[in-house]
């Protein structure tokens, strides 16, 4: 009864280096995104991936890249990170167009000193 | 532009006793989704209710209903008979129509406590 995993839970990187944040969902779900949260802000999508092999910027993509390695995993790489990207990042999925539930992982706390 | 407000940043509530989250939206989609989620202090995210703009009746799911009253842009949450575990931050969020659920939006969300 998995859902949707998302590793690692916590991240401290420094200014400049770059990482991957893995998310695998075993729903057989089409559609995965990712979000930041920010103090303050709600959620913010950065990319998402509406079928495996499609991926399409979200509303701050800046900074990040993303993979959809097959229908269950889609990851995040941030190239160069900076310490305005310093969030909580989750990942979420859908199953199909028409069902609105979307199933988040617990997230990912990162830092960049 | 499409915009969610959620204008209390906390609120406090009685065990047993029901309350009302507030949220506003801003849209000119003539179709669009509405949505609440809550986020307890273990960080994810759980999917509680969803309102249709053309649904005819209120959404509910359990002890939650969504009080949507469409003229005043509003899709205020009620949890009735509060219990301990309701403690966690509440966010609205909606869909618009056009780009579908990549435009899913979220307000700053709602810090409930419930106190015994």
């Known amino acids: 009864n998995a859902g949707v995993t998302q590793t690692p839970k916590f991240q401290v990187l420094k200014t400049g280096q770059s990482m991957t944040l893995q998310c695998a969902q075993d729903m057989n779900h089409n559609s995965m995104y990712w979000y930041r949260q920010d103090p303050g802000m709600g959620l913010r999508l950065i990319y998402y991936s509406a079928s495996e092999g499609t991926t399409d910027k979200g509303e701050v993509p800046n900074g990040y890249n993303v993979s959809r390695l097959n229908k269950r995993e889609f990851s995040l790489r941030l190239e160069s990170a900076a310490p305005s990207q310093t969030s909580v990042y989750f990942c979420?999925?859908?199953?199909?167009?028409?069902?609105?539930?979307?199933?988040f992982g617990s997230g990912t706390q990162l830092s960049v000193l | 532009a499409q915009k969610i407000t959620q204008t209390q940043p906390g609120m406090f509530v009685q065990e047993k006793e029901a309350v009302t989250l507030d949220c506003t939206y801003d849209t000119s989609d003539p179709s669009y989704g509405l949505f609440w989620y809550k986020q307890p202090s273990s960080g994810e995210m759980i999917f509680l209710i969803y309102q249709g703009s053309y649904d005819q009746q209120n959404a509910t799911e359990g002890r939650y209903s969504l009080n949507f009253q469409k003229a005043r842009k509003s899709a205020n949450l009620v949890i009735s008979a509060s219990q301990l575990g309701d403690s966690a931050m509440y966010f609205c969020a909606m869909r618009g129509s056009r780009g579908g659920y990549n435009k899913l939006i979220f307000g700053a969300g709602t810090r409930l406590a419930v106190h015994p």
């Open positions: 979420a999925s859908r199953d199909r167009e028409g069902n609105e539930k979307l199933f």
